[in-house]
């Protein structure tokens, strides 16, 4: 059988601001259970919840980079439910009247491809508190530092048709909300989480199939992998005449597949109401204006000054541009190097290779923005070659120093010298007459395929330090008597 996947995500972004989205109390992360609590937080009767403006002016943000409309009034509602974590028994959300409406993003799909994602609607909500299972003598604790977090729900059109294209999104919603600052990114301690829904339907039908819900993912390759076990699930119960079941699921990354968490509730089951603590948000036109015409640049448009400004290709202003971090280490470089070409391809190249093999990422790489320029600065220069510049970079991640350092005291600086390099390529043809005779016997053909040889010997006695620009025109010389 020939299925049509459908996919719409729903993302989690936790929202950077300093304290909570109801309350005064400080959002950091890992704090000493319960001590980032305020009594809001900890669900007290009788506290009255305050409005983070902050939060509000990152949602705004958030619309006006996704070219959505913005909620001009706006309501906090309660969605109603019982769990340990969340001692008010409701958690204050926004339902019918979003502070962000329909909007839409592109994203570039491998085959270079663009493609267009609705965005449904973006509302603001709090976080819950944590369950912690461990060091409690078989019982769970409660930690409420994490309650009354802000956080942005970012909602999707099912508008997705393959695992990759689900990835493609969320990554350039991650680069948005980075780029914006208004979230730090950080996957792996759950700033940023995503649900996905998934359906099948067959090729050419109009009508969407049964979807289920995987929630909680938390990495890139976790996604991918979580929807190509679900598609395949679904697909085996569909090929038996099966139905699926709306529900939601959970993945399990080390068993490689998805397992039923509960059966889908319903937005009645939550018994929504508007929240009588919160008055509903006003905004005037004037402050949303101000905030979309103050946006900081993102992703798309600094790709594209990368190919203006730099001369770079597509595909490199493509990945120097993916992370906000990554955009302006490369900047600094470039502009320490005074090159961006060259910029460009170490960033890229060499530093990248040391990063992946560690598993670093460009804000944890041991070399500085600052370090590589000065390295790239002696290339420029004629200082150093490429070649001893890879090993120069090595000593730098090692932590040996500065380009300039580790040049001195190693003594690496390019021979340009004519009469040492003279000197040497003299050396050179006495030790392989030999070969210099059959050199000179050849025609121009074979010269050119044998003036190789006699460069690596060459390099060989400066121990790689010639200037292989000042070496090529001697040797010719010399070569030809
Ligand atoms: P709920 O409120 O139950 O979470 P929504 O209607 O708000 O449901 O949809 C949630 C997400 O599910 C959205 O991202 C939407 O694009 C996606 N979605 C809806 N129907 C389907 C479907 N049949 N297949 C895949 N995704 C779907
Ligand atoms: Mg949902």
Known sequence: ??????????????????????????????????????????????????????????????????????????????KNYFYPDLPKGYQTSQMDHPIVGKGFLDITLD???????????????????????????????????????????????????????????????????????????????????CDINISLRPKGQEEFGTRTEIKNVNSFRFIERAIYTEIERQADILEDGGKIVQETRLYDPDKDETRSMRSKEDANDYRYFPCPDLLPIELTQEYVDDIAANLPELPMQKAERFMSEYKLSEYDAGVLSATRAMADYFEEVAKAAGNAKLAAN???????KYLNTEGKEITESNVSAEQLGGLLVRIGDNTINGNTAKSVLQAMWEGQGSADE????????????????????????????????????????????????????????????????????????????
């Open 1 to 78: 059988m020939n299925w049509e996947v459908v996919i719409g995500l729903e993302i989690h972004a936790q929202l950077s601001t300093q304290s909570k989205l109801f309350s005064g109390a400080a959002t950091s992360f890992g704090a000493e259970p319960n001590t980032n609590t305020t009594l809001v937080d900890l669900g007290m009767p009788g506290a009255l919840p305050v409005f983070n403006k902050e939060a509000l002016r990152m949602a705004v943000m958030f619309g006006s980079a996704v070219n959505a409309e913005i909620g001009m009034t706006s309501v906090f509602a309660r």
């Open 111 to 193: 085959d270079g491809t663009v493609k267009r994602v609705g965005i449904t609607r973006a509302h603001l909500e709090e976080d819950a508190g944590k369950s912690l299972h461990e060091d409690f003598h078989g019982m769970t604790g409660i930690d409420l530092n994490r309650s009354s977090t802000p956080l942005l729900e970012i909602v999707s059109e099912p508008d997705m048709r393959s695992a990759k294209e689900a990835v493609a999104y969320v990554k350039m919603i991650h680069s948005i909300v980075t780029y914006l600052g208004i979230c730090d990114g950080n996957m792996a301690e759950g700033s940023m989480r």
């Open 346 to 352: 170490w960033v890229m190249g060499e530093l990248s």
């Open 406 to 481: 580790i040049i001195e005291a190693k003594g690496l600086k390019q021979v340009t010298d004519t009469g040492a390099i003279e000197a040497m390529i003299q050396g050179v043809i006495e030790a392989n007459a030999a070969q210099v005779e059959q050199f000179r016997a050849s025609d121009e053909d074979k010269q050119k395929k044998m003036i190789g040889f006699f460069m690596g010997q060459v390099m060989k006695a400066s121990q790689g330090k010639a200037n292989p620009g000042v070496v090529t025109p001697i040797l010719n010389k010399l070569l030809k008597g």
